[in-house]
């Protein structure tokens, strides 16, 4: 069994830091919560992960307080599908992966010629198996999108891959491209966008498919669970609407809030910010959708 020494030079056995969380975290009424990532040194010693966890069992542990986690690295650089595959290996059953996309194909002058890149990412993850949930594809604030270049890479973006079907969420930050127009193109794929509640970012909850996609970037470092009771319970009412088929009437839109329609998967994902404070946000609100 896998042993550690705490600080005091007490020797541990790991698997006593797991006790009371085995089986992870079902989603509730179909709202799964996250974080961004589970490699930050700050949540070590602690704050997330407890003394005398090796690092080597963060995914491990983290997998089983919450019930989904956004990828970011896959962004920065590419992984094995070996890597894919012992990630899904160390998580419980249920639990899911949000993945970022490479940015060398969303960074490309020419969206649409990237194809090829799209299908060599989309084989390599597809080792996640069951544990793979939402592809991020995000453009960054400053980016010089070309509508037609724009519409023709959305096409590329295959429904399935290996027989698993995907769901993919567009996280365009350029303001001036996201417009009724956007929506529309976006809605006649079935894809979805994020609502970012940030001040630097486009933020609007427009509905373009049959699941939701927050990532919440307002946590406070002065707050022990990132957000207060009070901010969180309304996140919790927001997700429950939202996983009803509803509408918060709360939040920011472009266009018109679309007719009630069937029950949905909303994933909620506090990113950024005082990202220390992130996992405790997540299992905060994870106690008060409990509480229904």
Same mark, same amino acid.
């Given at each position: 069994?896998?042993?550690?020494?705490?600080?005091?030079?007490?020797?541990?056995?790991?698997?006593?830091?797991?006790? =009371?969380?085995?089986?992870?975290?079902?989603?509730?009424?179909?709202? *799964?919560?996250?974080?961004? %990532?589970?490699?930050?040194?700050?949540?070590? %010693? =602690?704050?997330?992960?407890?003394?005398?966890?090796? @690092?080597?069992?963060?995914?491990?542990?983290?997998?089983? #307080?919450?019930?989904?986690?956004?990828?970011? %690295?896959?962004?920065?650089?590419?992984?094995?599908?070996?890597?894919?595959?012992?990630?899904?290996?160390?998580?419980?059953?249920?639990?899911?992966? /949000?993945?970022?996309?490479? #940015?060398?194909?969303? @960074?490309?002058?020419?969206?649409?010629?990237?194809? !090829? @890149?799209?299908?060599?990412?989309?084989?390599?993850?597809?080792?996640? =198996?069951? *544990?793979?949930?939402?592809?991020?594809? @995000?453009?960054?604030? !400053?980016?010089?999108?070309?509508?037609?270049?724009?519409?023709?890479?959305?096409?590329?973006?295959?429904?399935?891959?290996?027989?698993?079907?995907? #769901?993919?969420?567009?996280?365009? *930050?350029?303001?001036?491209?996201?417009?009724?127009?956007?929506?529309?193109?976006?809605?006649?794929?079935?894809?979805?966008?994020?609502?970012?509640? /940030?001040?630097?970012?486009?933020?609007?909850?427009?509905?373009?498919?049959?699941?939701?996609?927050?990532?919440?970037? *307002?946590?406070?470092?002065?707050?022990?669970?990132?957000?207060?009771?009070?901010?969180?319970?309304?996140?919790?009412?927001?997700? #429950?609407?939202?996983?009803?088929?509803?509408?918060?009437?709360?939040?920011?839109?472009?266009?018109?809030?679309?007719?009630? %329609?069937?029950?949905?998967?909303?994933?909620?994902?506090?990113?950024?910010?005082?990202?220390?404070?992130?996992?405790?946000?997540?299992?905060?609100?994870?106690?008060?959708?409990?509480?229904?």
């Amino acid at each position: 069994m896998p042993i550690t020494t705490t600080r005091r030079g007490h020797r541990m056995d790991n698997d006593d830091l797991f006790s =009371g969380a085995t089986t992870g975290v079902d989603a509730i009424d179909g709202i *799964r919560v996250g974080i961004g %990532g589970w490699t930050y040194v700050p949540w070590r %010693g =602690g704050n997330f992960y407890p003394e005398g966890l090796i @690092q080597r069992r963060e995914l491990e542990y983290a997998s089983r #307080r919450l019930s989904a986690i956004e990828i970011n %690295g896959t962004y920065y650089g590419s992984q094995k599908p070996a890597t894919y595959a012992r990630w899904a290996a160390e998580t419980p059953p249920g639990f899911l992966f /949000s993945l970022k996309a490479p #940015r060398r194909i969303v @960074q490309s002058r020419v969206l649409a010629g990237t194809g !090829g @890149q799209v299908e060599d990412f989309l084989a390599g993850i597809a080792e996640l =198996g069951d *544990r793979l949930g939402p592809i991020v594809w @995000q453009f960054d604030k !400053g980016s010089e999108l070309d509508r037609d270049d724009f519409i023709a890479f959305l096409d590329l973006l295959p429904r399935s891959v290996e027989g698993r079907p995907l #769901r993919h969420v567009l996280d365009v *930050r350029a303001p001036d491209f996201v417009d009724s127009s956007y929506l529309a193109l976006v809605r006649e794929r079935g894809l979805a966008t994020v609502f970012t509640d /940030s001040r630097d970012y486009p933020s609007f909850a427009d509905l373009t498919t049959d699941f939701v996609y927050l990532r919440l970037m *307002r946590s406070r470092a002065d707050v022990t669970t990132g957000y207060t009771g009070e901010e969180l319970t309304l996140w919790a009412q927001r997700a #429950r609407v939202w996983a009803g088929g509803g509408e918060p009437d709360d939040v920011p839109r472009i266009d018109p809030p679309t007719a009630p %329609g069937r029950p949905r998967d909303v994933f909620v994902y506090f990113i950024s910010a005082a990202k220390e404070r992130n996992p405790a946000a997540a299992m905060a609100l994870i106690g008060q959708l409990r509480e229904r």
